[in-house]
T-cell receptor, first 112, second 115 residues
Framework: QKEVEQNSGPLSVPEGAIASLNCTYS??????FFWYRQYSGKSPELIMF????GDKEDGRFTAQLNKASQYVSLLIRDSQPSDSATYLC????????????FGAGTRLAVHP | GAVVSQHPSWVICKSGTSVKIECRSL??????MFWYRQFPKQSLMLMAT?????????EQGVEKDKFLINHASLTLSTLTVTSAHPEDSSFYIC???????????FGAGTRLSVL
């Protein structure tokens, strides 16, 4: 059974701090890794994607990938209350067909 | 703007009736689309992969006769919940990969309430 694991949280950080979200996956054949943000009652929206080991930065967001450790993380710098949401880690399956496996999500709460 | 359109956004129906949900890719062709279900405070669960011009591929435990999927064109997939019951009440979301990078874009979702 291919799995994606995330700490459900809630992760509570003060406004302006760095939020660190972590994800591990079981399928060593996975090649594509995604972070989605989901506000309550809404559908997920793409935040970041990463394919290669190392860091990828986009504005206040940095995705980090370590394929050897089967670990992917998302850092949010200068956290804002509007960042409060559930963050879903998604990993493609080596079986192809673009199928993604989602983690259960980490709920982030940024307090003023 | 949105790249995947999903309708309706909210539907209430009586137990025993059928409900159809549409998912359209905007400005791109999608030979594959995905249907998910999400219960409150739970993650997305993949129900099935919709394949243009062929049968859908259902995940284990999903009843294909209850959740009918039709992908008749390169821009439209439909999910029909047949003989809906209160336990089918959930948030249904479709997605489509837009490019070779396997970036999936989600529709806005359909909240189904079965009375």
């Amino acid at each position: 059974q291919k799995e994606v694991e995330q700490n459900s949280g809630p992760l509570s950080v003060p406004e302006g701090a760095i939020a660190s979200l972590n994800c591990t996956y079981s399928d060593r054949g996975s090649q594509s890794f995604f972070w989605y943000r989901q506000y309550s009652g809404k559908s997920p929206e793409l935040i970041m994607f990463i394919y290669s080991n190392g860091d990828k930065e986009d504005g206040r967001f940095t995705a980090q990938l370590n394929k050897a450790s089967q670990y992917v993380s998302l850092l949010i710098r200068d956290s804002q209350p509007s960042d409060s949401a559930t963050y879903l880690c998604a990993v493609d399956t080596s079986g192809g067909y673009n199928k993604l496996i989602f983690g259960a999500g980490t709920r982030l709460a940024v307090h003023p | 703007g949105a790249v995947v359109s999903q309708h309706p956004s909210w539907v209430i129906c009586k137990s025993g009736t059928s409900v159809k949900i549409e998912c359209r890719s905007l400005d791109f062709q999608a030979t594959t689309m995905f249907w998910y279900r999400q219960f409150p405070k739970q993650s997305l669960m993949l129900m099935a992969t919709s394949n243009e011009g062929s049968k859908a591929t259902y995940e284990q435990g999903v009843e294909k006769d209850k959740f009918l999927i039709n992908h008749a064109s390169l821009t439209l997939s439909t999910l029909t919940v047949t003989s809906a019951h209160p336990e089918d009440s959930s948030f249904y979301i479709c997605s489509a990969p837009r490019d070779s990078k396997n970036i999936q874009y989600f529709g806005a979702g359909t909240r189904l309430s079965v009375l």
